[in-house]
Nanobody
């Protein structure tokens, strides 16, 4: 069984920064891509950022481009999300996701990822 565990969330003021971390444990697997999604109260889960290990390409939602940066270690199935210039609308539960299937090409949909963490809360106060 694969487990993803997020950490690094918290309460921060507008303009502040947080570094989220996600580490995989349990059954060994090789991931094709890892990503971060978030869900605000009363809203659907939305894509934030992803990284494709084979190409090294990083993908971002327009709402976080230029403010957030995704990075990680493929060999360790670890991914980070550096969040800068945070805004109140960035508030939500941030989820880490991983996909081990080499045949898949998508990175922006929740359905692209079979493995999910429990989430870490990020709250940005105005």
């Amino acid at each position: 069984q694969v487990q993803l565990v997020e950490s690094g969330g918290g309460l921060v003021q507008t303009g502040g920064s947080l570094r989220l971390s996600c580490a995989a444990s349990g059954r060994t697997f090789s991931s094709r891509a890892m990503a971060w999604f978030r869900q605000a109260p009363g809203k659907e889960r939305e894509f934030v950022a992803a990284i494709s290990w084979s190409s090294g390409t990083q993908y971002y939602a327009d709402s976080v481009k230029g403010r957030f940066a995704i990075s990680g270690d493929n060999a360790k199935n670890t991914v980070y999300l550096q969040t800068n210039s945070l805004k109140p609308e960035d508030t939500g539960v941030y989820y880490c996701a991983a996909d081990p299937n080499p045949w898949r090409v998508g990175v922006r949909r929740s359905s692209d990822y079979p493995y999910w963490g429990q989430g870490t809360q990020v709250t940005v106060s105005s």
